[in-house]
């Protein structure tokens, strides 16, 4: 289970994505990015936070440090903004935190270069989890003290929104033509070498443990929080085994 602190703070919304996360204070002193169980997209995006953002850890990327964040709505009663106000009264009980990268900048394709090594392993990476969000508009990377720093894996996943097609739905090819690295040359072949022997049965088991009940629970056609992880576990790890040979768009995916 992800690490529980409470929040003390709200400090302001973040208005760069979509989702309007919350930057928030709590208890450990630390600073995080607030992402709310009530928002448009609901809990499945914050199991698609902690199972991908914990995978990505695992095989090495970098992912700022998840915890759960308990919220008293309390807390944004002096927010002025109706619709932050909205996503505060809705969001009591646990949320998603990400460890606030202070000073990170957001990272610019045109701006930055990036090793070829590197860029396959965050494409093949995003391949696995059928990431849709990290493309050269909108590339959900950050630039922090001069490394790559990896965050809002919200829209990954697809076929978590209808389980009984979801063994076909992971079997589709990846288009990464739009991927905010497919300008670097991403080696995906050496990546998936590396990696794809990493993704197994017990570290889907240790990452998906990651995940809190509390967002899996009463998911229609699966009777226990635990049925629920392990068929959030079978389609990454057919995939992991091929999905190199179904990134589409990149010269270098052949
Ligand atoms: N851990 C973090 N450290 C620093 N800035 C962050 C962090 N997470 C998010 N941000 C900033 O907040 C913006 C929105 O966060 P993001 O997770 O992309 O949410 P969404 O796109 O769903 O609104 C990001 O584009 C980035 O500028
Ligand atoms: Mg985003």
Redo the contacts with the bound molecule.
């Keep these: 289970m992800l690490r529980e602190v409470t929040a003390t703070r709200y400090i302001t919304p973040?208005r760069?994505?979509?989702?309007?996360?919350g930057l928030v204070e709590a208890d450990d002193l630390g600073t995080y990015?607030l992402?709310f169980r009530g928002a448009g997209q609901g809990r499945k995006t914050l199991v698609a936070e902690v199972l991908c953002g914990e995978l990505a850890r695992r095989l090495g990327l970098r992912v700022?440090p998840l915890v759960t964040i308990e919220l008293d709505p309390v807390l944004g009663l002096g927010e002025p903004d109706r619709e932050v106000q909205e996503l505060l009264r809705s969001s009591g009980g646990a949320n998603l935190g990400?460890?606030?990268?202070?000073g990170?900048l957001?990272f610019d394709p045109l701006a930055f270069s990036v090793d070829p090594r590197e860029a396959g392993r965050i494409v093949w990476f995003d391949a696995l989890v059928n990431n849709v969000?990290r493309s050269w508009r909108?590339p959900?990377l950050?630039m922090h003290r001069g490394d790559l720093w990896l965050?809002?894996h919200?829209a990954t996943m697809i076929w978590h929104h209808n389980w009984p097609g979801a063994d076909t739905s992971a079997a589709r090819a990846y288009d990464a033509a739009e991927h905010a690295l497919a300008r670097f040359a991403p080696d995906v072949a050496s990546a998936a070498a590396t990696l794809s022997p990493l993704v197994t049965e017990d570290l889907l088991a240790e990452v998906t443990a990651e995940i809190p009940d509390a967002w899996l629970v009463d998911e229609p056609g699966f009777d226990t929080p635990d049925d629920l992880r392990r068929a959030y576990a079978r389609p990454l790890l057919a995939r992991a085994a091929v999905v190199h040979q179904r990134i589409t768009g990149i010269e270098e995916a052949k």
């Design positions: 973040l760069e994505g979509g989702s309007l996360p990015v992402k700022p990400m460890g606030f990268l202070s990170a957001g969000d909108n959900n950050l965050i809002d919200g």
